[in-house]
Structure formats: C-alpha cells, structure tokens
C-alpha cells in the first residue's frame, strides 16, 4: 500500500537552522544598522558597520552551528559504540531490553517478543537506537549541513537591510529599515510556519516582536551615544 500522508518532521534540522540564520540575519543587522543611524553617523559608516555585522554573523552562525551540532554528533556517536558493544557481550540482555520497551507502549509480552526477535534479526543496532535511544536518520544531527544553512541564510536575511541603507537616504534610514525589517521577518515567520506546519498567526508575531524590542533598544543605546560624543 502506497503511504500518501505528508509529514514534516524530515524538515525539522534544516528548518530550525535555516530560520534561525535568516531571523538572526535580520535581527542583529537592522539593529545595527538602527543603532548606528541613530547615532548620527554617515551613510557610508552605516554600510560599513552592516557589512561588517553581515560577514561577522555569518561566521559566527556557522561556526556555532557547526560546533553545537558536531557536540551532539559526537553524542550520538557516543551511545551508538555502547550500544554497538552491549549488543556484541549480551545480545539476550538487549532483546529483554527491547521486548520492555514495546510492553510499555502498549504491545503484550508475547508480541513484543516477537517484534523485538525479528527487528533485531533484521537491523538490531538500527532497532535500539531508534526505539531505545531515540536516534534515527531523519533526525539525527549533521554539522555541515546545519552550518551552511545557517551562514547561508544569516547573509541572506542580512542583505536585506543592507540593500536599504543603500537605497533609502539617510534622514529616512531608521524608520524605513525598522518598518521593511519588521515586514521581513513577519513574512520569515509566515514561511517557517507554514513549511513546517505550525499556526502563522502565532510564529509571525514571535519573530516580529522580539525584532521590534532588539531594533527598538539598539536605537535608543545609538541615540544615546550619539548625543554624547
């Protein structure tokens, strides 16, 4: 029987660092571009700073990225060995071990024999770690893929506010970058919500509000320094 249903937890480690670097893009580059501005500087000063903080995040996202998920990697890797070992020294322990795992889901002992007898004899390391340890291919970590997304979304969602400091004369650039940012990071969360299946109403206004604050209190720290120097 062919299954037609349509799932999204595939998208799930791609997704998470993809929004992540696009919404930090926005964020952090139109709150320095705003903080700036308000200071009073010149518009090439203002390209600069966000040029700067475009290069500077993108590294810094995938090199977190990179390093946050290779730890989990390693984790994983970890408990695979062991589990690779156990099963190696006491194969009948990890079939009880198993068996009890499918009891407490709801199988009765007989058939949650049976289950974990003939997923062992196929694949037993792929059956703990999926049932056991809850490591399975769709979730399960990659670093460089987490790391190019995130770079790579973090330069685009900055390029976005950069391209207004270009366009937008300098007397207009708080208001005009504050506004379009916050349209941008509403249509981001529209998008992350409707790939990944959850309510947009509720994910536009999380990105947006938290761009608002950032945005707002890097303009008022600008302000601040900029009629003091």
Same mark, same amino acid.
């Given at each position: 029987?062919?299954?037609?249903?349509?799932?999204?937890?595939?998208?799930?480690?791609? +997704?998470?660092?993809?929004? +992540?670097?696009?919404?930090?893009?926005?964020?952090?580059?139109?709150?320095?571009?705003?903080?700036?501005?308000?200071?009073?500087?010149?518009?090439?000063?203002?390209?600069?700073?966000?040029?700067?903080?475009?290069?500077a995040?993108?590294?810094?996202?995938?090199?977190?990225?990179?390093?946050?998920?290779?730890?989990?990697?390693?984790?994983?890797?970890?408990?695979?060995?062991?589990?690779?070992?156990? +099963?190696?020294?006491?194969?009948d322990?990890?079939?009880?071990?198993?068996?009890?795992?499918?009891?407490?889901?709801?199988?009765?002992?007989?058939?949650?024999?049976?289950?974990?007898?003939?997923?062992?004899?196929?694949?037993?390391?792929?059956?703990?770690?999926?049932?056991?340890?809850?490591?399975?291919?769709?979730? =399960?970590?990659?670093p460089?893929?987490?790391?190019?997304?995130?770079?790579?979304?973090?330069?685009?969602?900055?390029?976005?506010?950069?391209?207004?400091v270009?366009?937008?004369?300098?007397?207009?650039?708080?208001?005009?970058?504050?506004?379009?940012?916050?349209?941008?990071?509403?249509?981001?969360?529209?998008?992350?919500?409707?790939?990944?299946g959850?309510?947009?109403?509720? =994910?536009?206004?999380?990105?947006?509000?938290?761009?608002? +604050?950032?945005?707002?209190?890097?303009?008022g720290?600008?302000?601040?320094?900029g009629?003091?120097?």
């Amino acid at each position: 029987m062919r299954h037609s249903e349509s799932h999204r937890t595939h998208r799930v480690g791609w +997704l998470r660092a993809a929004v +992540l670097g696009a919404n930090d893009g926005i964020v952090s580059t139109a709150s320095l571009i705003v903080g700036v501005a308000a200071a009073a500087s010149d518009k090439g000063g203002v390209l600069v700073a966000g040029i700067a903080g475009l290069v500077a995040g993108a590294m810094s996202m995938a090199a977190g990225e990179y390093v946050s998920v290779s730890s989990q990697a390693d984790t994983e890797g970890a408990d695979l060995a062991r589990e690779r070992a156990e +099963l190696a020294g006491d194969a009948d322990r990890e079939h009880a071990e198993l068996a009890a795992i499918y009891v407490a889901r709801g199988l009765d002992a007989a058939l949650a024999n049976e289950v974990a007898t003939q997923l062992m004899a196929k694949d037993a390391l792929g059956a703990h770690s999926r049932d056991e340890l809850g490591i399975s291919d769709t979730l =399960s970590a990659r670093p460089v893929q987490a790391a190019l997304a995130s770079a790579g979304t973090f330069a685009v969602g900055a390029a976005m506010p950069l391209l207004l400091v270009v366009l937008v004369p300098s007397t207009a650039l708080v208001w005009a970058v504050s506004g379009a940012s916050l349209l941008f990071l509403a249509l981001l969360g529209g998008l992350a919500a409707r790939a990944g299946g959850s309510p947009v109403i509720k =994910s536009v206004v999380r990105v947006t509000f938290w761009g608002a +604050l950032a945005m707002g209190l890097t303009a008022g720290v600008g302000s601040v320094f900029g009629a003091t120097v």
